[in-house]
T-cell receptor, first 117, second 113 residues
Framework: AQKVTQAQTEISVVEKEDVTLDCVYE???????LFWYKQPPSGELVFLIR??????QNEISGRYSWNFQKSTSSFNFTITASQVVDSAVYFC??????????????FGQGTTLQVKP | DAMVIQNPRYQVTQFGKPVTLSCSQT?????MYWYQQKSSQAPKLLFH???????NEADTPDNFQSRRPNTSFCFLDIRSPGLGDAAMYLC????????????FGSGTRLTVV
């Protein structure tokens, strides 16, 4: 069965601290995609990254970085030098062959990040 | 800019009064999805269209229906809204599934009074 677990419900940090959001996934498929989305208070889902199961390279984009480890089925997200504008709910999501050719997204429960000034 | 547009941004409806939420896209994507997101929960897929083919999730209540009259538009109809249907409804599109990624609209926040 497909499942995404974000064990951290809420995280609070002070501005400029680094913070890591954890994501653990379950799938029986060898081909799958993992995503991170940001949801600010306004409600829209902002796409951050997509990673396919064959690409285990870590990625860095500005202050954001992602660590994909198939051995532990984890796809963790780190924000370096956090800013108040990073405050949002962050969702990790999975789509695999079990989702059919139309690719249903299975979301984790989300982690609420609060960055205090 | 090509995008996914949801109207209205906020919708208030009365208990039991039918309501329709709309989604339009200028991306010419094949697939359109409707997700329901209740407060402090993850988005949950209700159904999707691949072109004209409708695919309902097994646990989507019968109270929820959808229409896709053409490629650009997709509607979510709630026949008799209950208090438990208050949520953010998110529309998303995709060119053909996971490998192409998804584009989400800004959502419609539904309140039932």
């Amino acid at each position: 069965a497909q499942k995404v677990t974000q064990a951290q419900t809420e995280i609070s940090v002070v501005e400029k601290e680094d913070v890591t959001l954890d994501c653990v996934y379950e799938t029986r498929d060898t081909t799958y995609y993992l995503f991170w989305y940001k949801q600010p208070p306004s409600g829209e889902l902002v796409f951050l990254i997509r990673r396919n199961s064959f690409d285990e390279q870590n990625e860095i984009s500005g202050r954001y970085s992602w660590n994909f480890q198939k051995s532990t089925s984890s796809f963790n997200f780190t924000i370096t030098a956090s800013q108040v504008v990073d405050s949002a709910v962050y969702f990790c999501a999975l789509s695999d062959a079990g989702s059919g050719n139309t690719g249903k997204l299975i979301f984790g429960q989300g982690t609420t990040l609060q960055v205090k000034p | 800019d090509a995008m996914v547009i949801q109207n209205p941004r906020y919708q208030v409806t009365q208990f039991g009064k039918p309501v329709t939420l709309s989604c339009s896209q200028t991306l010419n994507h094949n697939v359109m999805y409707w997700y329901q997101q209740k407060s402090s929960q993850a988005p949950k897929l209700l159904f999707h269209y691949y072109d004209k083919d409708f695919n309902n999730e097994a646990d989507t209540p019968d109270n929820f229906q959808s229409r896709r009259p053409n490629t650009s538009f997709c509607f979510l109809d709630i026949r008799s809204p209950g208090l438990g249907d208050a949520a953010m409804y998110l529309c998303a599109t995709s060119r053909g599934g996971t490998v192409y990624g998804y584009t989400f609209g800004s959502g419609t926040r539904l309140t039932v009074v």
